[in-house]
């Protein structure tokens, strides 16, 4: 299993992946899920992948030498614009499916891979896709400013609940390693090291692009600091006498 | 969809659940998931189910008459024992499933059914289990005290962290009530009003039964106040400078 969440916000692009990989339980490994394109000052990108790894690390190897689209072969150094990137990664899965698709489906395995594509290019704003197994894709907006890819049901309340789209940058990423955190504490089959890049808005750049290991000081300070925050949060709500009582109504 | 949890704690058993159920997003309806059985100072039982509304529907009825369970008719009136309570209820499932399995495999529709049994028969503890679609089940102990049945992801990260065997009963029911919380704003398929009953240790009864509705007043403190508890708990974690400075290491 993966986690990958990735955010769109005035101040930015976040992107944070997980890296474990597992093939049977008995069967786990450490697989960096981040992959970047950067032409400092003209384009930025983060492309995070979730799925089949054998999939998802063929779509990342057609993307190098190009992929046709549009009657032209495209690499993501040198797309026009994201939806374009967008597109680009799509094809790319289209044709993964079109080599290895019908001998997985003699095998009886699915097309597993999903893969979110973040980032800038020079004068136009910053855009975030989520690129499906089918090669169609969704794009983030500002009413929902983030979008996640393999196991994204734990760590999704405390985006639901907190995230908008003038979120400030440092706070996303504050946001994201919560969110990380819930789900690697509720799924073995996600867990660290973890990978993070910031693209901020106009920086046209990867500004920050680390792996975040176990024994980081912030990691551990979110680990720690949210377990603390969310047992006091529970413990100052109030009793539900009101509730228990039995004149309490409906 | 449904959510239902149940708690197994010194204290006592908390159940509660949802009453969405859904045949299609345009076909939605209110159906109480939570049956009892008592007979005060002898035994208290709740039962909660998530699946195909008509195989749950089914196990109920079948319940009724008495399910034949090592060599005699037995109803939950009269088991004299919580597991043989479970045996009774897979048993159930089980008659379903002979009766209605092969017309809805014709159909393709698989046998989706699980359930919650927790309650106390005089002179036995407190016992909590989660019968599943075949008919086997496993049983809530002291180092996990508490079991989901339906939705179960987006509510589960709160009780990892907070739920112990000796959380105050109380207290577990403002947990159910966040952990209903937390899934309900994450899958619309969940929704209230919802059931609540309260079964306290040695007590023999239902202690507590509620229909809690959206404009209950206790319900409305624990979604507004535990979304106004997370924010407050996310902006009082430190900003992540540590982990961007550019000499912050691993």
New interface residues.
């Given amino acids: 299993m993966t986690y990958c969440v990735g955010l769109c916000l005035a101040q930015g692009v976040v992107m944070l992946s997980d890296t474990r990989t597992n093939a049977g339980l008995d069967n786990i490994s450490t697989f960096s899920k981040m992959q970047t394109v950067e032409n400092p000052g003209e384009r930025a990108m983060v492309l995070l992948s979730a799925g089949n790894l054998a999939i998802t690390q063929a779509v990342w190897n057609l993307l190098q030498p190009g992929v046709w689209l549009n009657g032209t072969q495209q690499r993501l150094t040198d797309v026009p614009d994201m939806f374009a990137g967008a597109q680009l990664v799509g094809a790319a899965v289209r044709a993964v499916q079109a080599m290895d698709g019908p001998s997985l489906m003699a095998q009886g395995i699915g097309f597993d891979c999903s893969l979110l594509l973040g980032g800038q290019i020079a004068g136009q704003p910053p855009r975030l896709f989520l690129i499906y197994n089918a090669g169609n894709f969704i794009e983030a907006t500002r009413d929902t400013p983030y979008l996640q890819i393999g196991e994204h ?2 760590g ?3 985006l ?3 995230l908008t789209f003038d979120t400030p940058l ?2 996303g ?3 994201c ?2 969110s990380m955190d ?1 789900t690697i ?2 799924n073995l089959s996600v867990g660290p ?1 973890l990978d ?1 890049a ?1 693209i901020p808005t106009d920086g046209l750049g990867i500004a ?1 692009r ?4 176990e ?5 551990r ?2 680990k720690e ?3 603390n ?6 413990l ?9 009582r039995s004149d ?3």
Same sequence: chains 1, 2.
């Fill in positions: 049901k734990y999704k309340p405390i639901d609940r907190v440092k706070r990423v504050a946001l390693m919560i819930s504490r509720s090291p993070l910031v920050f680390r792996r975040i290991t024994d980081n000081a912030y990691y300070i979110v600091g949210w377990s925050a969310l047992r006091d949060a529970y100052n709500l109030p009793e539900p006498d009101l509730l228990l309490a109504g409906g």
